[in-house]
Structure formats: structure tokens, C-alpha cells
């Protein structure tokens, strides 16, 4: 009798119907959602705070000065978010922007803005380049790496300028300080289109898939045949270049060249593309997000600027930002791993 209704009791259990989880895409396209949603409504509780406190701060015209103020940091963060999202990061861009402003200065007094241009993007390509095959080739952590490559970049833009400021004395040199559309800089609708066309590149191509590919899972990424050393190298050429384009556009929009010129942009773009949605185990990341956490970063630096906040403040806010999102990251982390199937 008593193995007769074990046998039934077994019987019983194994005919119950339990729900099934939800696909891993489908979770994963929820939490991210979740996600993205918590930044939205933290930014829209900032444009609140601000506009109560400073007058006409929701004004166009303030507007405008948030997306130009934005532009270098939209442009550095788009190449860091290659980074972080193929399992590394850049912590020299915040060198090569200086070196890249100075570069386009020098170039400017003796050659065409665009070829002045060009050659400035090359320098910070090699710069990446550099940074790549300490990386990827040999095996040096991205930490130790790029943040030798920070100084010696930084310090190379003092050696070119020997310290000082250069004044762009060539009227071309400063387009993309010049106003066009919706009142917006040059530089603004750069940081825009490059944007864009990443956020096009990293969803419709190979080479993006590939990099999540190689963030997520790199030994997976080598057994499928993937080129990841070469993948690994490009990124931070895409990251270096970016950030020379940067420090060319902020130069520009400043009509000088100076060595100190984005030096805050390693911190300030790492903490943009993890507020926006990207893990630092790489893997996950997108360019709408990182353009939501620039914008929410450009945000708050323009409210305590109009309060009158000390910078050294503002230093100590951003810093709290970026251990935020540091923390956030950890919890999305926590998050998927325990409401995915394994």
C-alpha cells in the first residue's frame, strides 16, 4: 500500500504543469528595459531639481548649451563604449584628447583644416594601436595598460605645447565651433553622427555582433573562429580615434589648444557608458544608452555650474555618479543571473 501511493503520488507530481521561464532574450530584453527605464526617470527627477531651483534652465537656448557642452564627451564615450562592451576599457583618453587638441592646433597653422584633421585622428589611432597589442597581444591588463598610455600621452601634450596654450589663429580651424542647424555647433552634430552611424554599426553588422561575441564570452568567441586578437586591436583604435577627434572638436569650439583640454574624460565617459545600460565583464552595451548617460552627465554638470557649485565639488559629484553606476551595474548583473534560465 505504502509503495502503491508513492507510486501514485509520483505519478501525480510528475503530470503538474509548472510555468515555464521566460526565453533568455526575452528576460534579458526585460531587465534591460527596467534598466533603461530607472536612468530615464533618474534624468527626468535632475531636469526637475534643476528647474526649480535655476530660471529658464528647461530654456532652449540652455538646451543647446547641454548638447554642445556634451559634444567631446559624447564623442569619447562612443569609442569607450566599444571598449567596455569587447570586455575591456580606455583609461587613455583622457591623455589622448589633450594630445589630439594640441596636435590639430599645430597642424592648423601650417596646413588645411581637413588634412590637420585627418592627421590628428591617425595620431590617436596609433595611439589605440598601441593600446591593442599591449592588450590583446600581450595579454597586459587594459587597467595597467592604457593607463601607462594615459600618461604618456598627457605628457606628450606637454612637451608639444611645452605647457602652454595655443591660440588657432586660422579661421577654419574653429568650424566646428560654428553654429548651424537648431542653433547647435558643428562639433554637436559630429558627436551626433558619429553616434549614430556606431549604434548602426554595433546592431547591423558581423563586426558588431562580433564584438559582443568577444565581450561576453571570449573563449567561446575564439572556438567559433573569431579573429579576436584583431577584434580586441580595433576597438581601441576606435577608441583612440575618438578621442583625438574629440580633443580636434574641443579645440576648435575653444579656438585654442590647450594641454589640459578633457583630461576629466576618462572618468566622466567610463561612468556614462555604464549609466547607460553596459557591463563592465563586457558583453552588454548600447550607444543609446551611452548617449542617455552623456546627456544625463552633461545635465548635471550644467545645473551646478548655474548654481555657482564649486568644481571641486562638481569633482566629488561626478565621482559619487560614477561609483553609482558602478553599483548599478553590479545589481543588473545580479539581476540577470538569477532571473535567466541556466
Known amino acids: 500500500m505504502t509503495s502503491s501511493a508513492a507510486r501514485s503520488a509520483a ?3 510528475s503530470d503538474t504543469k509548472t510555468p515555464q521561464s ?11 528595459a527596467v534598466q533603461s527605464l530607472g536612468v530615464g526617470m533618474f534624468y527626468v527627477i535632475v531636469l526637475v531639481v534643476f528647474s526649480l531651483r535655476v530660471p529658464d534652465f528647461l530654456s532652449s537656448s540652455n538646451a543647446q548649451t547641454v548638447l554642445d557642452s556634451a559634444a ?7 569609442g569607450q563604449t566599444f571598449a567596455i562592451i569587447s570586455g575591456g576599457f580606455d583609461l587613455s583618453v583622457g591623455g589622448v584628447v589633450p594630445l589630439g587638441a594640441v596636435v590639430y592646433g599645430h597642424l592648423c597653422t601650417t596646413m588645411p583644416q581637413a588634412a590637420a584633421l585627418l592627421i590628428t585622428i591617425g595620431v590617436g589611432a596609433g595611439v589605440g594601436i598601441l ?4 592588450v590583446a597581444q600581450f595579454k597586459i591588463n587594459p587597467l595597467i595598460g592604457t593607463l601607462a598610455m594615459l600618461s604618456i600621452a598627457g605628457g606628450a601634450a606637454y612637451i608639444v605645447t611645452n605647457g602652454q596654450t595655443i591660440p588657432l589663429t586660422s579661421a577654419s580651424a574653429a568650424v566646428w565651433g560654428d553654429r548651424s542647424a ?3 555647433n558643428n562639433g554637436t552634430w559630429a558627436a551626433i553622427g558619429l553616434a549614430v552611424a556606431a549604434g548602426l554599426l ?3 553588422t558581423v563586426y558588431g555582433r562580433s564584438l559582443y561575441t568577444v565581450g561576453g564570452n571570449r573563449e567561446a568567441a575564439q572556438l567559433a573562429g573569431l579573429r579576436v586578437v584583431a577584434t580586441s586591436v580595433s576597438v581601441y583604435v576606435f577608441s583612440g580615434a575618438c578621442a583625438a577627434f574629440g580633443g580636434a572638436i574641443a579645440a576648435s569650439q575653444l579656438f585654442a589648444a590647450a594641454p589640459n583640454i578633457g583630461t576629466d574624460t576618462t572618468l566622466n565617459s567610463i561612468a556614462a557608458v555604464i549609466l547607460g545600460g553596459a557591463a563592465l565583464t563586457g558583453g552588454v552595451g548600447t550607444i543609446s544608452g551611452t548617449a542617455l548617460g552623456v546627456l544625463l552627465l552633461g545635465t548635471i554638470s550644467d545645473g551646478l555650474g548655474l548654481l555657482q557649485v564649486a568644481s571641486f565639488y562638481q569633482t566629488v559629484i561626478t565621482g559619487g555618479v560614477l561609483l553609482l553606476a ?3 551595474s553590479r545589481l543588473r548583473e545580479l539581476l540577470t543571473t538569477n532571473s535567466l534560465p541556466g
Do not use: T
Open 11 to 13: 505519478h501525480a507530481a
Open 22 to 32: 521566460p526565453p533568455p532574450r526575452r528576460a534579458y530584453w526585460r531587465l534591460r
Open 72 to 78: 567631446l564627451l559624447g564623442i569619447v564615450a562612443v
Open 131 to 134: 593600446n591593442g597589442l599591449v
Open 182 to 184: 537648431l542653433g547647435l
Open 202 to 204: 554595433l546592431k547591423f
Open 326 to 328: 558602478v553599483g548599478f
